[in-house]
């Protein structure tokens, strides 16, 4: 399952449930190895503390203060999601609850006084339904680039390859392919119906651009780079992108489109490695990554090695 980044959706579908029984935070002896039911520990520099059923610490004959309600928000936060635990924690505070939080890998967990469980859960439901009622979702729009959008397009391909996705490594400075795509809006083989870019609510959230390529002197697209804002990624905006740029180069009468990227993900759209169809990668090392997709005027008997646009020589 994909864990939620967006956070409205997040507050609307977040499910909270309250655990049986009562929890206390508590230390645990020095050097005594964990035992019994613990549900969360921390180890500090001065020693570990527990989270446990109220109960297994009396046994334990283990000493605590603060006796809690435990609430899971059952929805599939990311770790990388921001703004849940302080929207959470704003709506508890106004209602002058207290509350700490754990975050296990798959859920958040808040611990509040047990007198205030009832309350919690209730501030909590008004939390998912106020963003539950919202206006339907806004609406994607695919639209051609205009020179305007050009900052932003460039700053989002930046955000998008921040992180290489051939080595998965931070990029250090400016990611290569915004260098690339700056040449490719000014180079002779910029085609302004292939720049698309994908707009939410006014916000430049997506851009795919194909430019003109060839095999010996049949013209082909070469798209690439194509990129989403990572907060929005996994959300179908790629996927409108790619069925965009096919709509497209088949009403145009384009004959095919070549790309560089992981034939996991371009095989959805019907790419593939370009040799099956007798096209050799610009650099013999792409090998099956290099993709082409025929489209509904391919000519056949195609031969030669593929060709990109001027800039991407660099
Ligand atoms: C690659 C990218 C454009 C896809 O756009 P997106 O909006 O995130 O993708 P979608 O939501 O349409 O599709 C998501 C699906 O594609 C898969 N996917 C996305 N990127 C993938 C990749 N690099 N390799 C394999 N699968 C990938 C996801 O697993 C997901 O599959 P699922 O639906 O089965 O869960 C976007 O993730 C992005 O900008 N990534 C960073 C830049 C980049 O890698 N660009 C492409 C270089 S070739």
Redesign the pocket.
């Known amino acids: 399952m ?1 864990a939620e980044k967006d956070l409205h959706a997040l507050l609307a579908t977040m499910h909270p449930e309250l655990r049986e029984g009562e929890y206390v935070y508590a230390l645990w002896p020095h050097g005594k190895p964990l035992a019994g039911a613990i549900s969360a520990a921390v180890r500090e520099a001065e020693g570990l503390t527990v989270v446990l059923p109220r109960k297994e610490a009396d046994s334990l004959g283990l000493s605590y203060d603060f006796v809690a309600a435990w609430i899971t928000l059952q929805v599939h936060s990311s770790l990388e999601a921001i703004g849940l635990t302080a929207a959470v924690s704003a709506a508890l505070t106004e209602a002058k609850i207290s509350c700490n939080v754990l975050a296990g890998f798959h859920h958040d967990h808040l611990l509040v006084p047990v007198a205030d469980a009832e309350r919690a859960l209730e501030v909590l439901h008004e939390l998912v339904s106020a963003n539950g009622e919202h206006k339907p979702a806004p609406e994607l729009v695919l639209r051609s680039e205009e020179p305007a959008d050009r900052p932003a397009i460039l700053a989002l391909t930046a955000a ?2 921040a ?1 290489s ?1 051939a080595s998965g490594e931070h990029v250090d400075g400016e990611p290569e ?1 915004v260098k690339l795509l700056a040449r490719l809006f000014e180079c002779q083989e910029y085609l302004p119906a292939f720049s698309i870019v994908a707009e939410l609510d006014g916000e430049i959230v ?1 851009h ?1 651009i194909s430019t003109r390529g060839w095999v010996g002197e049949l013209e082909l697209l070469g798209l ?7 907060r ?11 069925n965009e740029t096919v709509a497209r180069a088949n009403t145009a009468g384009e004959r095919g489109i070549a ?4 034939p ?3 095989s ?1 759209f019907g790419f593939v490695p370009s040799t099956s169809l007798g096209v050799a990668p610009p650099e013999a090392g792409w090998a099956a990554h290099f993709q082409l997709l025929p489209l509904a005027v391919w000519p056949g008997g195609v031969s030669g090695t593929f060709r990109y646009a001027d800039p991407f020589a660099g």
Do not use: D, K, N, W
């Open positions: 994909t998008a390859f992180i996705p392919e997506g795919v690439g780079p194509i990129g989403v804002v990572p929005l990624q996994r959300h179908g905006i790629g996927t409108a992108l790619m790309l560089l990227g992981s996991e993900y371009y959805r």
